[in-house]
């Protein structure tokens, strides 16, 4: 498929996309410093991405918060015992892992463990999170609501059908917990602004090119604000 029919038909679909702010929730996927932070982060993605994305995800939970939309942070945090019993969320990575092959185009072969509780790799960075937010750290798969609480929390707690989702990796846990918001029966809408990849921005756009074509939305806060009638 060419590019530009690609980008047309996710501009219809964008076009036909109708939100109505009760019935939102923002997700964060894996917004943590192992991705998002040089210093402490085993895996960052590009320096660009990470102050773009940390500058925009900060203004868009922000503007949600300010219209009382719940968010949501969902991420890996690793408890001490399962560590100490090798756990592990992927056959295929852990092999790449123990052998140093590095999926990463900054960085290394990622070090073992990470994001273990209690360290700043497992934390978000601080202007993403407010007291009023949820955290789901029970993550340990690709697909955000695999075996976590989160579908118990949008759909019974918050009651909520559309998710906002922001985070990283691209083509990893943002289009796996895509897949699980879609089979679950939500519509997912990726903020595009908000999202980015450490395997490059090749990836990334694989990812969102096939995620906009088949399983959700792909669309620039500007134009959430815009649906939302949110005045910037």
């Not at 029919?5 to 964060?28: F, G, P, Q, W």
């Not at 070090?111 to 700043?120: A, D, N, Q, Y």
């Not at 989160?150 to 917990?177: A, F, P």
């Amino acid at each position: 498929m060419l590019q530009n029919d690609v980008e047309s038909y996710k501009s219809k679909m964008n076009s036909l996309l109708n939100l109505n702010i009760s019935n939102l929730c923002v997700l964060t996927v894996d917004m943590q410093n192992e991705y998002l932070n040089e210093e402490h982060g085993t895996s960052p993605l590009a320096s660009d991405d990470i102050r773009n994305i940390i500058k925009s995800t900060t203004e868009f939970l922000t503007e949600m918060r300010r219209n009382n939309v719940p968010i949501i942070h969902c991420y890996v945090v690793r408890r001490k015992e399962e560590i100490k019993n090798n756990f592990f969320i992927s056959p295929y990575i852990d092999v790449s892992q123990s052998n140093n092959l590095s999926q990463n185009i900054q960085a290394q072969a990622r070090k073992k463990p990470e994001r273990v509780e209690g360290t700043l790799s497992s934390m978000l960075p601080e202007s993403f999170v407010d007291e009023g937010d949820f955290h789901v750290t029970s993550k340990r798969n690709f697909d955000s609501f695999h075996e976590t609480e989160l579908h118990q929390l949008i759909s019974r707690i918050l009651g909520k059908e559309n998710i906002l989702i922001c985070g990283v990796n691209t083509d990893t846990c943002v289009y796996g917990t895509t897949f699980g918001a879609s089979n679950r029966g939500y519509k997912p809408i990726l903020v595009e602004d908000c999202i980015g990849s450490m395997r490059g921005k090749e990836q990334h756009i694989s990812a969102l090119n096939i995620i906009s074509k088949s399983i959700g939305w792909v669309i620039k806060k500007n134009e959430i604000y815009k649906k939302l009638d949110i005045k910037i």
